[in-house]
């Protein structure tokens, strides 16, 4: 990484080289130089920098959102704020705006994905017909698996009862499906980082009046390579399904919020 430094403002506090996460940076009378081994790109030592002396082409301080005054949530506020997140599986039938949408994924690349690569995109799927046909295509690949797993066959089956009932097992005709999708090299790793880019969408959607719920179906699907569902999707080439979340407007409002099984922890032993 190529980054510049103003020699003048440098005050030699080492900070930047001490928060450095691969030892990237190292400090001389000059001020840092860069070093052996590589760089992450996360942007800490221009963030740490008390005289913002040092900057990064790659993260530049100048589209660095500035800490500033704000005022962090209280213990209270940020356990209420995160216990009162539900998958939502009724929608309104409204449709959400692409601008809603498009600000909702924004949210979602600013989340941690494994060794900095973020390299998660997003397809986002609106149209009402071609819901239909993914729901449908996934409810196929179903019986198809269903062939040869029981605990698939009985899922299949549920959603068969549902379809009867006009209902939508799948995507429980939810107005819009966003797809997470990462490198098919580098699935091992884009996996778990589609999931907390989606997750970072779960968690800022009710600000946004939305609802979410994860489609688990429809990822289990996109990752077997079931082709008549990629070729609704068609995403870009070399692209595999990472994750996938329904969104849409909650038809009901909740009066308390969802608890949990007891807490399983353990400690080590001194």
């Not at 430094?5 to 080492?14: F, M, P, Q, S």
């Not at 097992?169 to 990462?182: C, E, G, Q, S, T």
């Amino acid at each position: 990484m190529e980054f510049s430094l103003n020699a003048e403002r440098c005050v030699r506090c080492g900070l930047c080289v001490a928060e450095c996460p691969t030892g990237y940076l190292v400090m001389t009378e000059e001020g840092p130089k860069p070093n052996r081994g590589g760089c992450l790109q996360c942007g800490h030592c221009v963030a740490v920098c008390p005289t913002e002396a040092i900057d990064s082409p790659e993260m530049p301080r100048a589209e660095q959102m500035p800490m500033g005054d704000y005022k962090r949530l209280s213990p209270e506020e940020a356990e209420k704020f995160l216990r009162s997140r539900r998958s939502i599986r009724t929608f309104k039938n409204t449709p959400v705006p692409k601008e809603l949408l498009t600000r909702l994924v924004d949210v979602a690349r600013m989340a941690p994905t494994a060794t900095n690569s973020q390299n998660v995109g997003y397809h986002i799927v609106t149209n009402p017909d071609r819901l239909k046909r993914i729901s449908q295509e996934v409810l196929d690949w179903m019986h198809f698996m269903g062939k040869k797993n029981a605990r698939m066959r009985l899922y299949a089956r549920g959603a068969d009862l549902y379809t009867k009932q006009g209902k939508d097992f799948i995507l429980h005709k939810a107005p819009a499906l966003i797809v997470a999708h990462v490198p098919e090299k580098m699935f091992d790793r884009g996996h778990d980082s589609a999931h907390f880019c989606l997750a970072y969408a779960e968690l800022f959607a009710p600000s946004l009046g939305l609802g979410t719920c994860w489609s688990g179906f429809a990822e289990y699907c996109g990752q077997y390579d079931w082709e008549p569902f990629l070729k609704e999707l068609n995403l870009p080439e070399g692209r595999k399904v990472g994750g996938a979340i329904m969104v849409g407007y909650p038809q009901y409002q909740y009066r308390y919020m969802p608890n949990r099984r007891p807490l399983d922890v353990t400690f080590d032993e001194d």
